[in-house]
């Protein structure tokens, strides 16, 4: 047996159940090894397309996946969808083959291009000692929540590998779980007692069922508001004190509320920029406390008062066991007929400005919540649009929004809903994309009909990339490079086996409610023009943070 098909044989059994990439000379040995020993694999048409399905698999199954990808143009290819699993800890492993002979025309310095997003890198550099090293690899993903660069030497993968190896390789072990100090949880617990208007921010790091219910139990006993930051939207979903997402795409009244707190507690949240509004959302006064099981993390993003490392689900438990009788805090009476009546952004008042020929935004959104299936799964791309899929669209839970913005790239969406909907196929999986970030990625529409995945991808089609328009067009300066002629994107979605409808009113969307009523047996895009006059709401919030 080579080396090739030791490695890849023994990740499989090592628990690397699922494989996404585009296959060359270079990764074609490991990557048939794995599907020889029971991975799923899944070609894209492109690796950026792959690495993102892979970053968003990871993210909604909360298991680790591979990218299989040849060496050089392989890799930089997937370098965008990398990066942004990397910036946002997204446990992936990425086999790379790797030529070392720098007169190669492949050779390119991998781990300089790895190191340079954040991603940490690993090496196969003999037969004997080639299947340990691809497991510690793998080991590093899980347990450090990195996101791991293995390079894989094509004069590496030819040797005989030992016998006998693949067969002792045991499943990854799961993260340990961070106890924190029980000093920390007094001092969190003596914050929320002396708390009157507490509220509770949960971030990446609280995505599970068990720090969902931990959190909210706690939020409960102190009177706490409850929001998440993007990328955990949906976690409280049906909690009367939740007030969805904190941050740029908060509602007004849940920006008021947020900036009334007296105590904010961070769950597993970095309380960056997006999520504290460049910190505006926390009042003079205001105390701030921050629960992560990295201690890098805490106060890595702004100041706070109290940083406590550990588990988010073993911290909050710990602070329920402190005892004490439920007190009211912020939830008052007034507060929850308030939540109740006007926190999500559909319940705020709004000027239509749809016309015969394009639909607001606003009303396409909120057309699409009330036909969409309840159980379904979000990926949204980036783009001047993003804010009214990301919050006019509700989510059953933190497993229905997949949110792929730490590296703010447009062109994503569509991978990233590809990557959804196989780790979630029980819901339906919806793709909202800019008519910018469509055409980037229109190449993995051929992948969402080749797997027969019954998705619904929405274009906001507004002829132009919308941010630069809305950002730089009001001190006018010329537009030209930013704006497109119309395309037909429906024309083009029928080309890759799609049903498609273009949607210039609310009436137009029958035909996508006749989809949803059918077998669904082929994918439906919606190519929806939409209004194009003015700059969504959160943009210059974005744009402070370039």
């Given amino acids: 047996m080579k080396v090739a098909e030791a490695v890849g044989r023994a ?59 040849h060496q050089g143009p392989g890799l930089t290819n997937a370098m965008t969808g990398i990066a942004e699993a ?71 993968q030819v040797l005989d590998a030992p016998d006998g190896g693949p067969a002792l390789v045991e499943p990854a072990p799961q993260l340990v779980a961070v106890e924190p100090e029980s000093a920390d ?35 409960e006993r102190h009177g706490a508001l409850l929001a998440t930051s993007a990328v955990a939207r949906g976690l409280f979903h049906g909690n009367p004190w939740s007030l969805d997402v904190s941050g740029g795409f908060a509602s007004p009244l849940a920006a008021e509320l947020i900036q009334g707190a007296d105590l904010i507690v961070g769950w597993g949240c970095s309380l960056n920029m997006w999520t504290m509004r460049h910190g505006r959302l926390i009042g ?35 602070a329920l066991e402190a005892g004490g009788g439920n007190r009211q805090g912020y939830r008052t009476a007034d507060i929850g007929a308030a939540i109740a009546a006007r926190v999500h952004w559909r319940d705020v008042p709004y000027e239509d400005t749809s016309s015969r020929e394009r639909i607001d935004p606003r009303t396409l959104s909120i057309a699409l919540d009330d ?39 447009i062109g994503l969406g569509l991978a990233t809903a590809i990557g959804a909907a196989l780790a979630r196929p029980d819901r339906l999986a919806v793709a909202a994309l800019g008519d910018g970030g469509a055409m980037m990625g229109a190449a993995e529409l051929d992948t969402v009909r080749r797997l027969g995945l019954p998705m619904v991808v929405v274009v906001y089609n507004d002829d132009a990339y919308g941010a630069e ?9 010329p537009l030209d490079t930013v704006r497109f002629p119309p395309t037909d994107i429906a024309a083009v979605a029928r080309g890759y086996g799609f049903e498609a409808v273009t949607v210039r009113t609310r009436t137009d969307l029958k ?36």
């Fill in 469 to 477: 328009v809305h950002h730089f067009g009001p001190d006018g300066h």
């Fill in 371 to 409: 036909i969409l299936p309840v159980e379904r799964v979000i990926g949204v791309d980036s783009g001047n649009f993003m804010g009214y899929p990301s919050t006019y669209l509700s989510v059953p839970d933190e497993n229905g929004f997949c949110f792929t913005q730490a590296f703010q790239s």
């Fill in 185 to 219: 949880v007094e001092a969190l617990v003596q914050a929320l007692e002396q708390s009157r208007r507490p509220v509770f921010v949960a971030g990446r790091g609280a995505r599970s069922p068990g720090c969902r219910d931990a959190v909210a139990a706690l939020a």
């Fill in 511 to 546: 035909a996508a409610e006749d989809w949803l009523a059918g077998p669904r047996s082929t994918p439906l895009l919606i190519d929806a023009k939409v209004v194009a006059d003015r700059g969504a709401w959160w943009l210059e919030e974005a744009f402070r943070g370039h």
């Fill in 284 to 318: 003079p006064d205001t105390t701030v406390v921050q629960v992560d099981d990295d201690t890098s993390a805490l106060g890595a993003h702004r100041e706070v008062h109290l940083g406590v490392t550990g588990d988010t689900e073993l911290t909050a438990r710990h």
């Fill in 11 to 69: 990740l499989s059994a090592a628990g690397v159940g699922q494989v996404f990439g585009v296959v060359g000379s270079g990764n074609f040995h490991l990557t048939n090894a794995m599907v020889a020993a029971g991975s799923r694999f899944v070609a894209a048409r492109h690796e950026g397309g792959a690495a993102t399905m892979a970053d968003a698999y990871a993210r909604m199954s909360g298991s680790v996946a591979a990218l299989s990808v």
């Fill in 86 to 156: 990397a910036k946002s800890r997204t446990p992936l492993l990425v086999l790379a083959a790797e030529v070392t002979e720098p007169r190669s025309n492949f050779h390119v310095d991998q781990d300089a291009l790895a190191r340079s997003v954040g991603a940490v890198t690993a090496r196969v550099t003999s037969a004997q000692d080639a299947v340990a090293q691809a497991c510690a690899a793998l080991r590093r993903a899980v347990h450090e929540r990195r996101t791991v660069l293995l390079n894989l030497p094509l004069d590496v």
